[in-house]
């Protein structure tokens, strides 16, 4: 089978044919490089509309052989590109009789990154210009664990590269600026495994306007963003219990936060992939390889039901074309690696132990670490004191980022979760924010279950907080921790109990904000 891919969701015009047999994609690219400032849609889709049937024509005269099918990239992306795309696709799929297949961009990024490394099964890290988020496969989806709410990444860099009067895209003069800087701290922002990189870009910013040279803000911006995208990347890996990571997105072509991603995995003993940079970029080849494992498993589309979608969301497409296999379950004593710490069991007691994270900037983990064992150790105390059960605060070591703690429990929420209980959490956060406290990471890991009782652990990304929009963060990130690895319906279920927990004992504005954060992942 050859299937013929074209992308044009932003900026790249490009096609390429891939070839099932000899499993050789050749690609063909002809990138929108504008003028001055960030991407114009309309001058994108100008430049798609000359430049698509010229990468097409390249692309089959490689390829010298017939295809089978036709794939085109149906979102996300900007409008005005996806539409002109979409035109041709369609045109030749008619043309050359051949069937259509609409792929999900974000998707693509996945999958050539599990085709290119014959991964089992991976968490996919996906770092591009509009986005970023972590994706991994559960019951018959790709899940999305942890996503921006606010800029993508790549679009923040290039926000603060447009200030300094650099030209698009802006990544490649920062990381080469960054190498000759020394650090300089930046904000640094982690809610569960969603990001924020709007504060660190306008940061950035004013920190040159004060005169702090330029290559030290290009490295300490760089050692932020990166960081906080390898600390979700390895929370995620810890929630779903994967030991396997690829990166996606044309972000991923940074040789730092490469390095940070083959770091963090080589210390918890987990396999890790970067595709070439051709196929990192956005780029026809893994819109081919994509379509061609959709079209072998039949998941073609009529012309009439082939619109394209800007807000096209990876967690809306059935994945028909794969399904991994099964996975051993853990054993209920079975111990589980941490994205953050180690734990030892001593008698009733667990030592909780914060790692050093080497691929952080020492400066930043050294901070990190300190900061999060205080907050543990005193909104675990607190939280108990407002009636919330947590383990008992044995000992405190700041400055070996260590805590000792009353052992709670038979097992994690995740390996037991039924509505009661997720209405119990609802519940248990209620009275947490009716305190003026914020758990900031309350996943199904970080919920202890013994018999009937429930404890909140893990503070340490939390806060004291009275603000409905830190308190609607914490349902958030709760609910992504379900359906990212529970169940369709049994995700759906829970995530009713717990706002039904929360809505009779908490405020009903947070369930309002909550919609509002819920909204605001880039492509809803």
């Not at 709007?198 to 290009?218: E, L």
């Not at 379509?291 to 073609?300: D, I, L, N, Y």
Request: glycine residues 10%.
């Amino acid at each position: 089978m050859r299937v013929l891919g074209i992308e044009g969701t932003a900026w790249a015009a490009s096609a390429a044919v891939h070839d099932v047999a000899t499993d050789e994609t050749r690609i063909e690219t002809d990138a929108y490089s504008p003028v001055s400032g960030g991407i114009h849609p309309r001058e994108a889709s100008e430049h798609m509309s000359e430049a698509v049937p010229a990468v097409v024509e390249r692309a089959l005269d490689r390829a010298d052989a017939p295809v089978d099918a036709v794939a085109f990239s149906r979102g996300p992306g900007l409008g005005p590109c996806l539409r002109v795309v979409g035109t041709a696709a369609r045109a030749l799929a008619g043309r050359l009789d051949v069937p259509l297949v609409g792929v999900n961009h974000m998707i693509a990024h996945a999958a050539i990154g599990r085709h290119r490394s014959g991964y089992a099964d991976p968490v996919c890290l996906n770092a591009s210009g509009a986005n970023a988020h972590l994706l991994a496969y559960a019951d018959g989806r790709y899940r999305i664990l942890g996503e921006t709410m606010d800029t993508g990444v790549g679009n923040a860099i290039d926000k603060f590269a447009r200030h300094l009067g650099w030209g698009h895209p802006g990544g490649p003069a920062v990381e080469a600026r960054a190498r000759d800087g020394d650090y300089h701290a930046l904000p640094y922002v982690v809610k569960g495994m969603d990001f924020s990189f709007a504060g660190v870009a306008s940061a950035a910013q004013d920190a040159v306007d004060d005169g702090v040279p330029v290559a030290d803000v290009c490295h300490g911006l760089q050692e932020s963003v990166f960081a906080a995208l390898t600390e979700g990347a390895e929370r995620a890996l810890a929630l779903t219990g994967r030991d396997e990571l690829v990166l996606g997105g044309g972000v991923g072509q940074n040789s730092r936060l490469r390095g940070m991603l083959a770091e963090m995995c080589a210390a918890r003993g987990a396999d890790f992939f970067a595709p070439a940079p051709r196929f990192l970029r956005d780029n026809a080849g893994m819109i081919a390889v994509l379509g061609a494992k959709m079209a072998a498993a039949g998941e073609t589309i009529p012309v009439a039901d082939s619109a394209v979608d800007p807000d096209f969301r990876p967690d809306e497409v059935p994945v028909r074309w794969w399904t991994p296999a099964a996975r051993a379950a853990p054993a209920d004593d079975a111990p589980v690696d941490g994205a953050e710490a180690t734990v030892r069991v001593d008698g009733d007691s667990v030592v909780k132990t914060r790692a050093v994270k080497s691929y952080r900037h020492p400066s930043l983990d050294s901070r990190l670490r300190r900061e999060r064992t205080r907050a543990e150790a005193r909104l675990t105390s607190e939280a108990r004191r407002a009636g919330v059960p947590t383990p008992l605060v044995r000992d405190v070591d700041v400055a070996a980022a260590q805590l000792t703690l009353q052992y709670v429990g038979d097992c994690d929420l995740a390996a037991a979760l039924t509505p009661d209980r997720a209405r119990r959490v609802g519940e248990r956060l209620a009275a947490l924010h009716d305190a003026g406290l914020v758990h900031g990471d309350p996943t199904t890991r970080n919920v202890r279950v013994g018999g009937e009782r429930l404890w909140l652990v893990d503070f340490g990304l939390g806060a004291h907080s009275g603000h409905v929009e830190d308190h609607a963060m914490d349902l958030h990130v709760f609910e992504g921790s379900v359906t990212g690895t529970a169940a369709e319906d049994e995700a759906a279920a829970a995530c009713e109990a717990v706002r039904e927990g929360y809505r009779a004992a908490g405020d009903e504005a947070v369930l309002a904000r909550l919609a509002d954060v819920d909204a605001r992942g880039r492509y809803r």
